[in-house]
């Protein structure tokens, strides 16, 4: 049963009683203070703080991921890699392989900054099969001018299961970016290709045009020679230059995926995804296949309030069709949240989330996520309980698995849905603001409820995963929050308490989901079914020794009922082993 800690919550999220015992601190000249770190403190450097997981190589830096395909029975992650070092720098293609989307292989870098039209870069790219299958990369190089252009290669050998090595065709740069308006240091990270009815296929290319965002439009006949044509697939003044285009078709209410390079089915919708203010955002529409543009459904002036793939530490997301399982996938980059100085002690810095099965829902009106089946191939010991209820300042301790390394889902059913407090717009512009300002010590009509997770003995570290509930005019709004501030006692780290809001049917559906993967220093949760996603990055000082908590709890006025709870301690995934 629940226990009644009423007044432990109270201290649980108070921000103020141990501020000082945190840090050494001396005021400089300048007025500012100083902090060391306590020196009891362990190292940032511990292997504690690395995944067991999610995908990171055994060193150095990662950032966004490219080309991921399936080919031949292999999946393939291309990613941005320095292999000199846990800074951004010197960036070339990294290449693993894997038949599980779980357990990876790390090989040879794919492609290295040796021709001139890359010789300053290799930057970000798609793969795409071409009939036949032929695999084919485009992707952005930086020439000798610095000027950003796109390059072609292709597998030197497609009868090599793993695609080791990868040569660069003759003409490269196949594209280069001039005429009034354009800006050729604005120019990058090509999509996948598709195929239209007239047999031609079609790139989209993130640019800068007049100082607006836009994904410029490209044809081929061979996938080598293309054209630009004289529109942009979409183009919004509502902000500047979009980073990782991603462009593709769903189906609303149906989880499979649809193959660009086939024909799209009736009732399909499409979807842009940039990446830009340190997030990825997207816009659900159609594609005029007689204009060769898109449309969004809703057009948003205020680039705020587009939705978002994920609500939290993740960027430079990119998709593709998995033939083996008829799904659409996507993955994206996590950075590290501590200082770069930690990184270079450390010696690597980046992962990228789980890959994420999406699709769209039955409304039309949003993305879904959910993590790929495979990932629960690592869960072992399971507990599991049933018909717990929280009533206010309830909380219920989570024992009996492995708590830096876990698999969480849980059930809130709301007893009454009288409670819900008024719905504020406005809310909207700054979700994250209204988590810091309505955090889990406030109490609410429904919520706070959610999760405590990696919590010290004495609570001053912890990482809370909460939601609340709003009623707006013909709908409810739930807020989601995952809150790191008081994540860890190290200073010197980015610890934001990250939130958005999605609607809810609850006339219809009185039980809200969340489900959790706890990965040591990676905290990714996915609430109201993969409705909404925040990925965070913690690293408290209790982890090293693996004396963490976890709790589920109540802080609102109304009781929260728990009808399901099942957590797994994950094995470690075999992605650090350097094999090929």
């Keep these: 049963m629940a226990q009644a800690w009423a007044f432990f919550l109270l201290a649980l999220f108070s921000f103020s009683s141990y501020v000082s015992r945190l840090f050494l601190c001396s005021r400089n000249g ?14 940032i450097a511990s ?32 990613y941005q890699y320095n292999p000199h070092g846990s800074l951004w720098g010197d960036i070339v293609w990294g ?10 292989i790390i090989l040879e870098p794919a492609i290295e900054r040796d021709t001139p039209a890359d010789i300053n870069g290799c930057w970000t790219g798609s793969a795409t099969i071409l009939p036949g299958g032929q695999p084919i990369v485009i992707y952005t190089g930086g020439d000798a001018e610095n000027h950003q252009v796109q390059n072609i290669m292709l597998p030197k050998n497609r009868s ?32 996948t290709g598709w195929i239209g ?52 078709a769903v189906l609303p209410g149906n989880n499979g995926g649809l193959d660009l390079s086939a024909a799209i089915p009736e009732g399909a919708k499409h979807v842009l995804k940039v990446s830009l203010d340190q997030c990825d955002k997207y816009m659900i529409g159609v594609y005029d296949l007689k204009r060769d543009a898109f449309s969004p459904d809703t057009v948003l002036d205020d680039r705020r309030l587009w939705l978002k793939i994920d609500y939290g530490n993740y960027y430079a997301s990119k998709s593709f069709f998995d033939s083996k399982n008829s799904r659409r996938v996507i993955w994206g980059w996590t950075n590290e949240s501590d200082s770069s100085s930690d990184d270079v ?12 099965a999406i699709w769209l829902d039955s409304d039309a009106k949003q993305l879904l996520q959910w993590p790929v089946d495979e990932i629960e191939s690592l869960r072992g010991n399971e507990i599991n309980h049933q018909g717990l209820e929280l009533n206010k300042g309830d909380l219920f301790e989570i024992k009996g698995i492995d708590t830096t390394q876990a698999d969480v889902e849980i059930d809130f059913e709301l007893t009454s849905i009288d409670d819900a407090e008024p719905f504020d717009p406005s809310w909207l512009l700054d979700a994250e603001k209204h988590c810091r300002e309505a955090d889990a010590s406030v109490r609410g009509g429904i919520g706070p409820f959610g999760l405590v997770i990696l919590a010290s003995d004495n609570m001053e570290e912890h990482t809370v995963v909460h939601f609340r509930v709003y009623k707006s005019q013909q709908k409810y709004m739930i807020l989601m929050c995952s809150d790191l501030r008081r994540s860890s006692l190290r200073p010197e780290l980015y610890t934001p308490a990250y939130g958005g809001f999605f609607e809810f049917d609850l006339e219809k559906e009185r039980k809200i989901s969340l489900r959790t993967l706890i990965d040591r220093s990676a905290v990714e949760s996915f609430g109201g079914g993969g409705r909404l996603c925040i990925i965070a990055r913690v690293y408290p000082v209790a982890l090293v020794d693996k004396r963490t908590h976890m709790y589920a709890f109540n802080n609102g006025s109304t009781t929260v009922k728990v009808p399901q709870l099942r957590a797994w301690s994950m094995m470690t995934a075999q992605v650090n082993v350097k094999k090929g």
Excluded at 50 to 72: E, S, V
Excluded at 178 to 190: A, I, M, T
Excluded at 345 to 356: D, T
């Design 95 to 104: 290449h693993a392989v894997s038949t599980d989307l779980v357990n990876w």
């Design 47 to 78: 292997e504690r703080y690395r995944t067991a997981y999610h995908f990171q190589p055994p060193k150095n830096w990662i950032n966004d991921p490219n080309g991921p395909m399936y080919y031949n029975g292999i999946y393939h992650s291309f």
């Design 345 to 356: 002690v450390k010696g690597w810095a980046g992962i990228y989330a789980i890959p994420r």
């Design 197 to 248: 009815p007239d047999g031609l296929w079609r790139i989209a290319i993130g640019a800068e045009v007049n100082g607006y965002g836009a994904a410029l439009l490209y044809k081929s006949e061979d996938f080598l020679n293309w054209t630009r044509v004289d529109h942009p697939l979409y183009s919004s003044n509502a902000s500047g230059m979009w980073e990782c285009p991603d462009f593709f």
């Design 30 to 43: 300048e007025g500012s203070f100083l902090c060391a770190r306590s020196p009891e403190s362990p190292s």
């Design 160 to 191: 090599d299961p793993y695609l080791r090595e990868w040569t660069k065709v003759g003409n490269n740069p196949v594209l280069q970016l001039v005429g009034p308006g354009f800006n050729s240091s604005q120019f990058r990270d090509p999509t």
